[in-house]
Each structure stands twice: as C-alpha cells, then as structure tokens.
C-alpha cells in the first residue's frame, strides 16, 4: 500500500459484541450480572480464604491468585464493553487500546501460569503427600506467584511493543468489544509478519509450555492414583483434581481456538464468541467450580455464613 494513504490514528472505534441496536439491553443486562457474578464470586473465594486459617495451605494461596487475575482479567474489558453498548462514538484512545491489550495479555498469561503451579500443588499433594509441607513452603510458594507475575508482564510488554509498532489507515473500526491482538492486526496497514510469528513461537511456548506442564504433572498423578487398590480411594484423589481440570479444559480450549491459527483463517465473528467465553464466562465460572466440587471451601463458607449471620443478626 502507498504510503500517502496512511495516517496518524489518535483513536479507535469499538464496534462492540453486536452492531443491532434491538439487541443493546438486553447484552448489557447479561454481561452486567455476569460481571457482577464474577467480581462478587471472585472476592468471596479471596475473602474466605483469607478469613479461613485452615485454608492457608498452597492450593488455597494459588486458588486466591487464580480469583484476583480473574477479577482483573474480566475488568480489562467488561467494563469499556458496557460503556461502548449505549456509546454513539464508541471511541477508545489509542494509548488506552494499547493499555487494553497489555493488560488483556498480561492477566490472560497470568491465569495461565497460575493454572500451572495449581497443578504442580495437585502433584506433590498426590505423588509425594509425606514430602507436601517440606516441598511446597510458603516462600516456595510466594517466589512461584512473583515469578508467574514477573513473566506475564514480560510477555506483555513484548507483544504490546510490537502492536506499537505496527501502523494503522484511515479505517480504525475494530470489529470486536475489545483490543484483540489479532482484531489489530487485521486493520492494519503495515506487515503483521513478525507479530503473528511471535504469536505462534514465544506465544505458543508461554502457553504450550504450561499446558505440557499441565500434561505431565496430570499423567504422573494418573500413574500413582492406578497404583491404589480400591475404586473408592482412586476416585476420592483423583476428584480433588476435578475442579482444576475442568477450569484448564475451558480455558485452554477457547484460547487455542482463537489464537493458535493463521491470522487469514481467523473469523471475527467467532472470535469473538468464543472470547466472551474465556474472558467472561470462565472467570465467572470459576468461583462456582471450585466451590461446588471442594468440601474444604464449601465448609469454610458455611462457617463463614455462620460468622456473618452471627455479627449482624445477634
């Protein structure tokens, strides 16, 4: 393309989830009680935790993290997605885009990293549950949630860069209700070569990485629960693992489906389907999948009701 076609974009244009206007209600009360589902799930799995001295173990110190990045994962772009439902402009700033998609990236990441040593506690908890506390100590388990922090941002801040890089025309409508990498890069004028390489190299270790992490950790766990005698015990270890398992299935299923595919195949329409599920509907999940399936949190929230009612109704 000549270089006189192109320009200097100060903005952009978010066209949102639907472009129908008979659709705006009720899109907006839906994602407004998703969000506040998973903002108020979210911060009971934290406050419980918190409040719950039996729960200070590592697998509820990593499930604590896992509800914070959720919460922030799903403010990243919920709240500009409501915004822009009832907006006539639509507009994000291009520095505000910028800081969209660093955040998007760096919590997406974060929840991937964390999902990861969750399943390295599953691990140690099942094959080596003798050398659990000696293992798994709280400084070990404080320096793997600084590192999956320190890593994220890392990962961020290279893709981000990158998108810095890139040059936009005229037409600054981006297809989606949010800064998606590769809604960026469809509208811009200038060669994407090297951000959708870095997608599908360093993006695909960061993500593959942990997965193959995921992966092992699971197949040893599978070795050692064959090994128990009873069908009874095989299945009441395995299950502490349900909770975990079904949260990496989702989330690791819909990110490989949108990202890890040439950028000329990629539908914006899909896309952004199946965004919706991993950005808000996974996290908003989450609270209830763990909370459901884990005896441990479901007492500590009785006694926490139980506390409540106590304080406010004595």
Not at 280 to 295: D, H, K
Request: hydrophobic fraction near 50%.
């Amino acid at each position: 393309m000549d270089n006189s076609n192109w320009t200097s974009v100060s903005h952009f244009v978010l066209l949102g989830i639907s472009t129908h206007p008979e659709e705006r209600i009720p899109l907006f009360l839906v994602f407004s009680l998703m969000y506040a589902i998973n903002i108020s799930g979210n911060l009971a799995i934290i406050t419980l935790i918190l409040s719950a001295p039996r729960l200070h173990i590592p697998m509820y110190i990593f499930l604590s993290n896992l509800a914070l990045t959720d919460i922030c994962f799903t403010s990243t772009t919920v709240p500009k997605m409501l915004q822009i439902i009832f907006s006539p402009t639509k507009v994000i700033s291009y520095t505000g885009c910028l800081a969209q998609t660093y955040f998007f990236i760096c919590f997406a990441v974060m929840e991937n990293f964390i999902l990861a040593v969750m399943a390295y506690d599953r691990y140690i908890a099942i094959c080596h549950p003798f050398h659990y506390t000696m293992i798994l100590t709280r400084m070990l388990c404080v320096k793997m949630v600084v590192m999956c922090h320190a890593l994220s941002h890392l990962h961020a801040m290279l893709h981000t860069f990158l998108m810095g890089q890139l040059i936009f025309c005229a037409d600054n409508r981006i297809p989606h209700f949010f800064c998606d990498l590769y809604a960026l890069m469809k509208i811009s004028c200038t060669s994407t070569y090297l951000n959708t390489l870095m997608i599908h190299t360093e993006g695909a270790v960061v993500i593959s990485g942990a997965l193959a992490f995921i992966t092992a950790s699971y197949a040893c766990i599978i070795l050692v629960v064959l090994r128990i005698p009873s069908a009874k015990g095989r299945w009441k270890t395995f299950s502490t693992c349900g909770s975990h398992l079904t949260v990496v299935a989702i989330f690791y299923g819909t990110l490989s489906w949108v990202y890890f595919r040439p950028l000329s195949s990629y539908s914006v329409t899909k896309g952004r389907i199946i965004t919706v599920v991993y950005t808000v509907v996974t996290p908003m999940l989450n609270p209830f999948i763990y909370s459901l399936r884990n005896g441990d949190v479901k007492g500590g929230f009785m006694k926490w009701m139980s506390r409540m009612q106590t304080f406010f109704f004595r």
